[in-house]
Each structure stands twice: as C-alpha cells, then as structure tokens.
C-alpha cells in the first residue's frame, strides 16, 4: 500500500482522513463515553443514515440533488437530529435516556422508507454504511480538515468548561458556565464528526471508533488528559492498520478499523488484568 499511496489520490484522500478521523473521534468520545451517553453516537450514525438515503432517493428525481454529494444531507441530518437529542433530555428532565433510543428509532424509520422507496443504489449505500477506502474525494478530505480545526479549536478553548460538565455539573452552574450552549455545539460538532466519518468507517460503524478506544485508554490511564492521549494513539492504530488490512484484502475499511480497535480492547484488558494478578502476588509476598 506504502507505493500506492504515493500514485492514487483516492489512497492519499482515504489515508488522510482516517489519520484525521483517528484523532477526532476518540478525542470527542472520552468526553461522551464520562458522561455516559455512549449511545448518542449510535443514535445520530443512524438519522446521518436517513439523511444519505433521503439524498440518494432525491437525486434520482430532483435535478438539484443529482449534483449535491449525500454527505452534505447525512451530516445536515445528523446536526438536526442532536439538536432534537437535547430539545427532548429537556422535555425528559427525570428520564433524559429517552431521548436517545427516540431519535434513532425516528433515524432507523426514515432510512427504511427512503430504502424501500428507491431503485437502484444499493452499491453506493454499501459504502456509507461500511466505508470505502474508493470513495473519498478531494472534497470529503476538505470537509474533514475544517470539522477538525472546528473540533480542536473548540476543545482547546472549552477545555475546563467540558471537563467540568462531564464530572460536576452543579459545579459547573455554580462557577457560571453557560453548560447548554456549550452542550449544544458539543452535540452538533459530534454530529458533523459522525457525518464527515463516514466514509471511511461507515455509517453503522463510527460510534465505535468514538467508544472502543476510549474503552481501551481508561484501562491504561491514570488522568483524564492521559486518557485522551490514549484514545487518540489507540484510535490512530485502528485506523492505520484498518486502512492496511482493507487495501490488501480488498474489503470494507470499517470493519477492518473496528475489529482492529476490539483486538487491541482485549490485549489492553488481558495485559492490565494479568498486571493486576502481577501486583496481587507482590503484595502478598511483601506481608509473608
């Protein structure tokens, strides 16, 4: 792949993306994952899903959307549908969870019916939903690089405002941080990832790039920013190898990327249980 990547640009787009990808997403899944809405990204994939559907459906008898790239209505969607997420936790003070299964249960609903209602793009949907290493374009590499100065601009400069919300938000309130308007663009920032993501990860697979690392990084950290630094360098072996391994054996990049995440989950697990088994023993040799 080494040469090859030096004589296709869709290799240098799809390469370029994903070592983008491997940073943001697991950068924005710790704090997602410390809140405990891991579940937020599934539900957004899917009304991004709706959103690719909808377009490809409207391309086939609208002008205007025979020129338009899907993404841009996936990613529309999705930043619709975590607006919604954040109308409906409020509508829900005592039962905020409701939210989530709501909004993907609407995604899920509206992507079967544009599915069922089209002809014939079976094959371009195969590829937002599993990723294709073919398919990013110039563009979508463009879209990526701006999301991701977004999302690291934001962080850097709500950095403290974040970590607070994520672990004390009575706190937060106290110290006068505005916690829903910084929600809100923590939301849609999380959807515009999702919606940039995928098509290298796929539709069906970007949450748990978002997850699976940062499941990995709170096994090996001792801090919150180490867990970070963890996630990022976890999520950027996911995305390397994944990328490696579809190019070789001709398949779906995020399939590859996903597995590549869980295997590196069960070596991290199996080597701080046995640490752990390591450091029992030592304690019990210490007080022989």
């Known amino acids: 792949m080494i040469s090859a990547l030096f004589t296709y640009e869709f290799l240098q787009n799809a390469f370029l993306s994903g070592l983008i990808i491997g940073v943001i997403a697991p950068l924005l899944g710790l704090f997602i994952v410390v809140r405990r809405l891991a579940l937020i990204a599934d539900a957004l994939s899917h009304v991004a899903l709706a959103g690719i559907a909808g377009s490809l459906y409207l391309s086939q008898s609208v002008i205007l959307f025979s020129a338009l790239n899907p993404v841009y209505l996936g990613m529309a969607s999705a930043v619709g549908g975590s607006l919604l997420i954040e109308r409906l936790r409020g509508a829900y003070k005592h039962f905020e969870e409701l939210a989530i299964p709501i909004i993907l249960s609407t995604g899920i609903g509206f992507g079967a019916i544009f599915i069922s209602l089209a002809k014939g793009f079976g094959s371009d949907l195969v590829g937002y939903l599993f990723g294709s290493v073919s398919a990013v374009s110039r563009q979508d590499l463009w879209i990526i690089v701006i999301i991701a100065i977004f999302v690291i601009t934001f962080i850097r400069f709500f950095y403290k405002e974040l970590f607070a919300l994520s672990f004390d938000k009575e706190y937060a309130k106290v110290s006068g941080i505005n916690g829903k308007v910084i929600q809100i663009i923590f939301m849609i920032i999380v959807a515009l990832v999702i919606g940039a993501s995928m098509r290298i990860v796929g539709i069906l697979l970007v949450s748990s790039l978002m997850t699976i690392p940062v499941a990995a990084a709170i096994q090996l950290a001792k801090s919150f920013k180490g867990a970070l630094l963890y996630s990022i360098v976890i999520g950027e072996l996911s995305v390397i190898i994944g990328l490696f391994a579809a190019f070789h054996l001709d398949i779906a990049p995020g399939g590859t990327i996903v597995i590549?995440?869980?295997?590196?989950?069960?070596?991290?697990?199996?080597?701080?249980?046995?640490?752990?088994?390591?450091?029992?023993?030592?304690?019990?040799?210490?007080?022989?």
């Open 260 to 288: 590549t995440s869980i295997i590196i989950l069960l070596l991290v697990l199996g080597w701080t249980k046995m640490k752990g088994k390591q450091t029992t023993r030592k304690v019990k040799g210490e007080f022989a």
